[in-house]
């Protein structure tokens, strides 16, 4: 059982930057950002392999944000600048049973932290 816990959200004037942090209980496995705004489904933001050599973002945050990881630290980052109030949301990490490759769909995730909420004002 993997347990993860993010921190790092709260409320930005849009054009600000913010650093969302994942601590995980257990060893380097790929991991992911998915966010979920009101009424809508929850959606993929960003994935880095075990060893962060791979990454991958949807192309609503492509050259905004940046998802980096430091496994002596069990932690993963999600760095977001230039953010924009469409980026409300509450964000979620997940962790998945594998190591090998970065995986945009939640099926591939079997693990999810609680969330923090980001809310961008205008």
């Known amino acids: 059982q993997v347990q993860l816990v993010e921190s790092g959200g709260g409320l930005v004037q849009a054009g600000g930057s913010l650093r969302l942090s994942c601590a995980a209980s257990g060893r380097g496995n790929a991991m992911g950002w998915f966010r979920q705004a009101p009424g809508k489904e929850r959606e993929f933001v960003g994935a880095?392999?075990?060893?962060?050599?791979?990454?991958a973002y949807a192309d609503s945050v492509k050259g905004r944000f940046t998802i980096s990881r430091d496994n002596a630290k069990n932690t993963v980052y999600l760095q977001m600048n230039s953010l924009k109030t469409e980026d409300t949301a509450v964000y979620y990490c997940a962790a998945s049973g594998l190591r090998v490759g970065v995986f945009r769909d939640t099926g591939f995730y079997d693990y999810w932290g609680q969330g923090t909420q980001v809310t961008v004002s205008s």
């Open positions: 880095i392999s075990w060893n962060g050599g791979y990454t």
